[in-house]
């Protein structure tokens, strides 16, 4: 094995063990909110008829759930690194996506926060899954055909 490689293996190896830290730190952030939602209901809409108190406690035990797994996906990227594991925390970090872009109305601070933190992960999951062409490596790109 060559430096390059070796170094090349290093910051892979690096990629991996932030984009674990960022899942597991959105994860405890989105764990928290939730927690803070459970307790009570603030949200109250005014219409024609009256107030309507709105009850998403579904919402918070989704949130609830999608921290917990983006907690669990960034501690066995740290500890593990297999290739299933960096599955999870993509699913994961999907997951907490897709659950903060349907409640962004609700919590635009919260929601802007975790999505951050799951992008960054899943971009660094995907420069850590890409392996990197040596400089020194042989193309045929560059030569005519016969």
């Known amino acids: 094995m060559t430096q390059h490689d070796e170094d090349d293996a290093r910051l892979r190896n690096r990629q991996r063990m932030l984009a674990g830290l960022l899942l597991a730190g959105g994860g405890l952030f989105d ?3 939730g927690v803070s939602d459970l307790r009570e209901d603030k949200y109250v809409v005014e219409s024609q008829e009256g107030l309507h108190h709105l009850d998403l406690t579904g919402w918070s035990w989704a949130h609830e759930a999608t921290g917990v797994l983006m907690v669990v996906a960034g501690i ?5 690194a297999r290739p299933w594991s960096v599955r999870l925390a ?3 970090a999907v997951a907490a996506i897709v659950l903060h872009l ?4 609700f919590e635009p601070f919260w929601a802007v926060v975790v999505i951050g933190l799951a992008v960054a992960a899943l971009r660094l999951l995907w420069l850590c899954r890409r392996p990197r062409r040596s ?3 042989v193309s045929s790109a560059d030569r005519s055909s016969r």
């Open 135 to 137: 400089a020194n490596a």
């Open 31 to 33: 764990g928290l909110a």
């Open 102 to 105: 349907i409640t962004f109305p």
């Open 90 to 92: 993509a699913v994961a």
């Open 76 to 80: 066995l990227i740290l500890f593990t």
